[in-house]
């Protein structure tokens, strides 16, 4: 068991990460959420999970030790196997994940590619009771945490190129992100101009850019799972 990689991280891809540790590249498979927070060029811990199959070894990375306890407890539900709950936290927190469960929402759970209705349903049967409350876990440090940005600190990628690779990872068609990208962009841009700088409250709950032009993420701090999760909601009502 490789339980973190503490390293440079040296590419960033929309699928994943190479972190270098100890002059060996590691390929590690991560959600966009835990994508924002590395810097290529720059050290990064993350907690980690090994796949093993007969074919290949997976190494997934969180960018907190409780997703990655979570994602290990995702697949011992039936049918759900390493990329499924990866798309699970792509689309949900830990944090939200325990309350969809808990209180048996089956249209939340469905909202990630490739569960439906019998499969949320088995999910929740096989699940309660074993994620804990939301909370449980504590804020256990964000392993990840990108450094604030500065003077000759490169900035991070644009949170929408971001989003889009995270849809099209998780099978979305191109104009379907792209049209969802521009709605949560929207929403964005009329919370930071109509509640101020802080951009809390979008259309969906989930606005995660802060400071003036947050919908460009040019100059604001930008939150790419709360905005990955708000085009899925936006996505799922489509």
Do not use: Y
């Not at 007969?54 to 049918?79: I, K, N, P, W």
């Amino acid at each position: 068991m490789i339980s973190h990689l503490n390293g440079m991280v040296s590419a960033i891809a929309p699928e994943g990460a190479v972190i270098e540790v100890g002059g060996v590249g590691l390929l590690v498979q991560c959600t966009p959420g835990t994508l924002a927070t590395l810097r290529r060029g720059e050290r990064a811990r993350v907690a980690t999970s090994l796949v093993v199959r007969e074919d290949a070894l997976t190494l997934f990375g969180f960018a907190a030790d409780d997703e990655r306890d979570v994602f290990e407890l995702l697949q011992t539900a039936s049918g759900v196997g390493p990329r499924l709950a990866l798309a699970m936290l792509a689309v949900f927190t830990p944090d939200e994940l325990r309350r969809a469960v808990a209180a048996e929402d089956i249209t939340a759970l469905t909202r990630v590619p490739g569960i439906g209705r019998k499969g949320a349903q088995r999910i929740v049967l096989e699940l309660a009771g074993r994620l804990g409350p939301p909370g449980a876990a504590g804020r256990q440090g964000e392993l990840g945490q990108p450094a604030a940005a500065g003077p000759g600190r490169p900035a991070a990628a644009p949170w929408r190129d971001q989003v889009r690779a995270g849809l099209l990872n998780l099978g979305w068609q191109p104009r379907e992100a792209d049209q969802a990208i521009a709605a949560v962009a929207a929403d964005v841009a009329a919370a930071n101009g109509g509640a101020g700088a802080n951009g809390d409250a979008s259309a969906n709950g989930d606005a995660g850019a802060k400071g003036d032009g947050a919908a460009d993420g040019a100059s604001a701090e930008v939150d790419v799972a709360a905005m990955l999760r708000a085009a899925l909601r936006k996505l799922s009502r489509a």
